[in-house]
């Protein structure tokens, strides 16, 4: 048997976890209430303070909770930023993430930096060009309330933006505007945006940018932006996991318009159509 001070000794500390992520998530602890001290939770599962311990950690990973020093263990207002991806991709100008932010009553920030880059194997590969290949590199940190929440590092193709008004991405007066109005101006409307979605462990240096403590594991989104015949850009965007939800949003259409237009569908000359 398992003693029960290790992490996986029966799952006693995702039993302890649960139970106080129930209270929280009912409104019997609510924002800024302080949790049972350690003792107490050792008392009432019958466990011991490293159990209790990695409780505690699985909660403030999932952002939950607060610990402070010498004051014990707090109910964080869990209140994420949501990220539509269909709102970053609209065909005007508009600043997406100061919009999320705005709409959890967070105030928002980023800063850029813009410089000419030389493409690795991996960035290359996404954009079809051949290693060494210079492109226009911007990084971006998104803030809310001062805390960095979203990393971003764009890379677009000089093939196309070179000697345009959108050469350098937060300069002239398309700066920020987004990816469709962007290249739009250029004769180049993006007819594919391409998210491919995984989670894994920040980097160390992920991890000291965006203030977020070991355990807590980040978004990463690779998206590619894209013409019939072309691909103009590519970006990865880290999340802090704690900070954001994702929603994709997809109408469907009402099935009974796609059978009362197979039924006014003339039949073909060959005869009625198959069923």
Excluded: W
């Excluded at 991996?122 to 990084?139: C, F, H, K, P, W």
């Excluded at 109408?251 to 009625?272: F, K, N």
């Amino acid at each position: 048997m398992k003693p029960m001070d290790t992490p996986d000794a029966g799952h006693m500390y995702e039993r302890i976890a649960a139970a106080l992520r129930d209270q929280i998530t009912n409104g019997t602890l609510r924002p800024g209430d302080r949790l049972p001290t350690q003792q107490e939770l050792v008392d009432t599962f019958g466990c011991s303070r490293q159990v209790v311990r990695f409780a505690l950690d699985l909660l403030e990973n999932e952002g939950l909770v607060d610990r402070i020093q010498g004051f014990g263990t707090t109910v964080r207002k869990y209140d994420p930023l949501v990220r539509r991806s269909a709102l970053h991709y609209r065909d005007m100008p508009n600043a997406p993430f100061a919009e999320e932010a705005l709409a959890a009553q967070r105030t928002p920030r980023y800063t850029h930096h813009t410089r000419l880059d030389r493409i690795g194997p991996d960035v290359a590969s996404r954009l079809g060009l051949e290693v060494g290949t210079e492109v226009m590199r911007t990084d971006y940190v998104s803030y809310v309330d001062d805390q960095p929440a979203m990393l971003v590092t764009s890379y677009e193709n000089l093939e196309y933006t070179r000697g345009t008004v959108i050469e350098k991405p937060e300069e002239g007066y398309l700066a920020g505007a987004g990816l469709v109005p962007r290249f739009t101006a250029i004769g180049r409307r993006p007819t594919k945006i391409t998210e491919r979605v995984r989670v894994r462990p920040p980097r160390p240096a992920e991890e000291e940018m965006l203030r977020i403590k070991p355990g807590v594991p980040v978004i990463l989104i690779s998206r590619t932006t894209q013409t019939r015949e072309t691909i103009l850009e590519t970006a990865d965007i880290i999340i802090a996991s704690n900070l954001f939800e994702l929603e994709n949003s997809f109408v469907i259409e009402p099935l009974v318009s796609t059978l009362e237009q197979q039924h006014e569908r003339p039949a073909s000359q060959d005869g009625p159509l198959s069923v």
